[in-house]
């Protein structure tokens, strides 16, 4: 029963976390011991196909040789999970390669006999779907080694092999179009950067640097997304993807939190505090990247990489939070300050200013981990680009209010030094506490 119990667990898990993959891939399994493993998840049309290519196939028992039909693959849809889940729920020893429910590939008694052990052939895929690809091993107490060489494609009007799941082949094109804007982006803020030299800071030129990185890591994501889609391969734009998407990832965060703190445009240099934010952000960052490429690179059949997916999320929630506390002592030292120096204009434009940075990062937090995983999760699988659309969307918005709200101009929120305005700025004051 709790191999059972396990199997629910890790069909119901899997299903959530893991979205469609693609490319060719090739990997091996070593000695395990998992009654199911899932290799890949894919969107297939009516034109789609199913390559599997097995070898050094070995299967060691602690007792009688299993039975090779007990072990093989197998597609199954989102759609057919609850009925299998059923099906393992009322019998404990129910092996899922006799379901009914599944669309069962081969087993190990279609192999060629031994030293070679191997199989392959390519599967038509005619009903339109989400598929998962599984290993099954309903042999108790086996082990099994083999090289596993997949490839799962639709074939466009022309014939041409498309390797991309069905609700990713726009991903390419998208992606483009966003790193279009982002260089035009980039143009427009070295434009105002050199008309406003005189009140340029140091945090601007940080803030070039991460549109620049930005721009970069989404044409390498096009690339990455166009070779897949036409050879099933990379052909190494995805090192580039990784490589950018790390300082692309680091900028962002350093960028939120020293402009939180109001380092180079309010003062010179950083507290300690603020110091120690930026020491346990950077290497978490580190960390998350790490976490992110095994995740890209590898898939679901490895044994930890549900564990990696868990570090990824607690690391991105921490380094979230992490980046709120710089903007909320800003906010509460200028509180303090208005109370003391007299300047009561230019202190309620800043309080009003940090607290907007504040509200519009909450937004774009909560936007992009919340609204668009549940995107993912509700989209049907032929539009599962709309969770990408609507995250760059999101954050280019975020850009841009970001950019606008702390841009280098001679007379902005900063320098509001109106004297007509400074008895109502500090009747206002008086009366607005400013809480979060």
């Known amino acids: 029963m709790g191999k059972t119990a396990f199997t629910t667990v890790v069909l119901f898990l899997l299903f959530l976390v893991c979205p469609s993959t693609a490319e060719i891939k090739s990997l091996t399994i070593t000695s395990d011991t998992r009654p199911m493993i899932l290799l890949e998840k894919f969107?297939?049309?009516?034109?789609?196909?199913?390559?599997?290519?097995?070898?050094?196939?070995?299967?060691?028992?602690?007792?009688?040789?299993?039975?090779?039909?007990?072990?093989?693959?197998?597609?199954?849809n989102e759609e057919s999970l609850l009925q299998v889940l059923i099906e393992i729920q009322q019998n404990p020893n129910f092996c899922v390669l006799d379901s009914r429910y599944i669309t069962r590939l081969f087993t190990f008694r279609d192999l060629s006999p031994p030293p070679t052990a191997s199989f392959n052939r390519s599967y038509p895929v005619t009903s339109p779907n989400e598929f998962s690809l599984f290993f099954a091993n309903c042999a108790p107490e086996s082990s099994v080694s083999m090289a596993i060489h997949t490839e799962l494609f639709n074939l466009d009007a022309d014939g041409s092999h498309d390797y991309l799941s069905a609700g990713q082949t726009q991903l390419p094109s998208l992606y483009f179009l966003f790193s279009l804007a982002y260089f035009a982006f980039l143009a427009i803020w070295l434009y105002i950067c050199h008309t406003n030299r005189l009140s340029l800071h140091r945090i601007h030129l940080l803030m070039a640097s991460l549109l620049l990185m930005k721009a970069l890591n989404l044409i390498c994501a096009a690339e990455d997304k166009h070779y897949v889609k036409v050879t099933g391969t990379p052909h190494g734009w995805d090192i580039l993807f990784y490589i950018f998407q790390f300082i692309r990832v680091v900028l962002l965060f350093t960028v939120i939190v020293l402009i939180g703190t109001g380092w180079s445009f309010l003062k010179p240099f950083l507290q300690e505090r603020e110091k120690k934010v930026l020491m346990v952000v950077i290497p978490l960052q580190v960390l998350a990247n790490l976490a992110s490429v095994i995740i890209g690179e590898t898939g679901p059949f490895i044994k930890d990489w549900v564990t990696w997916n868990q570090v990824f999320l607690l690391v991105d929630i921490i380094c979230c939070c992490a980046i709120i506390f710089?903007?909320?002592?800003?906010?509460?030292?200028?509180?303090?300050?208005?109370?003391?120096?007299?300047?009561?204009?230019?202190?309620?434009?800043?309080?009003?200013?940090?607290?907007?940075?504040?509200?519009?990062?909450?937004?774009y937090l909560y936007f992009t981990r919340i609204v668009v995983f549940a995107l993912k999760t509700i989209a049907a699988y032929k539009y599962q680009w709309v969770s990408n659309l609507a995250e760059e969307t999101a954050s280019l918005a975020f850009y841009v209010v970001m950019f606008y709200m702390f841009r280098p101009v001679e007379r902005n929120e900063y320098f509001v030094l109106d004297e007509e305005e400074e008895e109502a700025a500090e009747i206002a004051l008086k009366e607005e506490e400013f809480e979060l």
Not at 61 to 74: E, H, M, W
Not at 338 to 345: E, F, L, N, Q, V
């Open 43 to 76: 969107g297939f049309t009516h034109t789609g196909h199913v390559t599997i290519a097995v070898s050094e196939v070995s299967v060691v028992a602690a007792a009688t040789q299993p039975d090779p039909s007990r072990l093989g693959f197998f597609l199954l």
């Open 326 to 363: 710089p903007i909320v002592w800003s906010i509460r030292s200028l509180r303090e300050t208005s109370k003391t120096d007299g300047k009561a204009a230019r202190n309620l434009a800043k309080l009003t200013l940090f607290r907007q940075f504040y509200i519009v990062v909450i937004g």
